[in-house]
């Protein structure tokens, strides 16, 4: 009876976060069917467009930034109107404008993608519901947690927003979970075809891929282990340059030259050059060291480096608390997640931190640390809906984040603080399974 009672509870939770997810599809069906296309999804429709008349899928330079010089211009005018009244006048016009849809800053491999498969809004929402479904529900699998954890994604906006914006991240960040399982333990192929996808749609998804290598590398104890870890990851790396390289080859001549010329000159295309007090609301949505970096005022140039050092001072504690603890792929996993965070460049949603970081350190807390996670856990899920409560209020755009250019709290302190919860885990305890998942890594 018990069982079947679980067995109950169990589905009720899935009905609910299907239900969940279906309602932001709905969202995007809806402003679709009023000519509202989803703002991130315009973007790489337009490159695709583009493309299709063989005409460079990027911006200028200059276009790209008078697009982020207007919306803080909007800022500005929300934040200095005289009063209430006159604020909401501010956005009712900003509305009525519609949505400024941003550049197109990716390799052309997702325009591509949307030009073959012909997506349009509303197939990108689809998409991107059904990633998330699968990523919660594999993680859950992976943790062996029940449904009740699926409440925090449907509290957070992280996950709902991106669905109705059409950000690709959700994909992104599916193509993470599976594409690193697999490369550790499953198809060597089917792991380099993720990976290559990532890094031609978000080449700083190699950050993620090369932490959990060294990661899984430290977490061994046994040397026979951690070299066919070494040869395994090799044979994936060359699969997976291979792909690229191929891909790359298939453009034409002035596709490549459009795109190589966009690579070098990424920072150009983005706000970080502009005066610090010239970067909101950008500067505020983008909770990244980086980011943070440039606000106190350093150089963009200047400010990657020096966010790249953090990177890897991260990762190397990381490798250091993991040493021969073989730990399980959910730790491993957590801990490149939350790094894979902390050193990206561009960032303005933490989808899934939540989940991630409480259901791994859940099982090693007492009562009382239970409370104090949870209340901080909760607390952040909070402040997401009173920034989104002010953008309503037109009381400037924070969005979804109350950090600000000048306290740029996120940016600075919740990912260190994950970082550490998760390392707090890996002290307390060595999941049992490990031996096994190392033999795993032997065997293929």
């Not at 997810?21 to 000519?35: D, E, P, R, T």
């Not at 063989?54 to 919306?71: D, G, K, L, T």
Request: proline residues 4%; positive net charge; glycine residues 6%.
């Amino acid at each position: 009876m018990r069982f079947a009672w679980h067995t109950l509870a169990t589905m009720i939770g899935w009905v609910i976060f299907g239900l969940w997810v279906a309602f932001g599809y709905q969202i995007v069906s809806q402003n679709q069917q009023k000519g509202i296309a989803a703002v991130d999804f315009q973007s790489y429709a337009l490159a695709a467009e583009r493309m299709q008349h063989h005409a460079n899928p990027y911006p200028a330079i200059a276009e790209a930034q008078a697009m982020w010089r207007s919306v803080h211009l909007w800022e500005q005018r929300m934040l200095n109107a005289p009063d209430q009244a006159a604020k909401l006048a501010v956005k009712a016009q900003y509305d009525q404008v519609g949505q400024i849809v941003g550049p197109y800053l990716y390799p052309p491999t997702l325009a591509n993608v949307v030009t073959i498969l012909q997506i349009n809004s509303l197939g990108m929402a689809a998409i991107l519901s059904m990633a998330t479904l699968l990523f919660v529900g594999f993680w859950l699998y992976l943790t062996k947690q029940s449904s009740a954890w699926t409440i925090l994604v449907m509290l957070s906006l992280e996950c709902m927003l991106g669905i109705v914006s059409g950000n690709v991240e959700v994909l992104l960040l599916l193509g993470s979970l599976l594409g690193g399982y697999w490369a550790l333990y499953h198809s060597r192929l089917a792991a380099a075809l993720i990976i290559a996808l990532l890094l031609l749609i978000k080449p700083f998804y190699a950050l993620f891929f090369v932490a959990l290598a060294a990661l899984a590398y430290c977490n061994m104890a046994n040397s026979a282990a951690r070299q066919a870890l070494i040869k395994r990851i090799a044979s994936i790396t060359v699969l997976a340059l291979g792909l690229i390289g191929l891909e790359i080859w298939r453009w034409d001549s002035a596709l490549r030259h459009e795109t190589f010329s966009y690579l070098a000159n990424t920072l150009e295309y983005q706000w970080f050059n502009f005066a610090v007090a010239e970067q909101s609301p950008m500067s505020m949505w983008n909770r990244t060291p980086l980011q943070g970096l440039i606000n106190l005022g350093l150089k963009p140039n200047s400010a990657q480096i020096l966010a790249l050092g953090l990177w890897l001072l991260g990762l190397a504690a990381s490798c250091w608390l993991v040493w021969r603890k073989q730990v399980g792929f959910p730790l491993l996993y957590g801990i490149s997640f939350i790094l894979f965070y902390w050193g990206r460049p561009v960032g303005w949603s933490f989808s899934f931190i939540e989940l991630i970081v409480l259901s791994l350190v859940w099982p090693t807390l007492g009562r009382w640390g239970k409370i104090g996670l949870s209340t901080a856990m909760f607390g952040l899920i909070g402040s997401r809906w009173v920034a989104l409560g002010l953008t309503a209020q037109a009381q400037g755009m924070p969005l979804n984040t109350l950090q600000t250019s000048n306290f740029a709290w996120e940016s600075w302190f919740v990912l260190p603080l994950c970082l550490l919860c998760l390392g707090y885990t890996i002290r307390q305890t060595v999941q049992p399974h490990a031996a096994s998942s190392t033999q795993q890594i032997l065997v293929n």
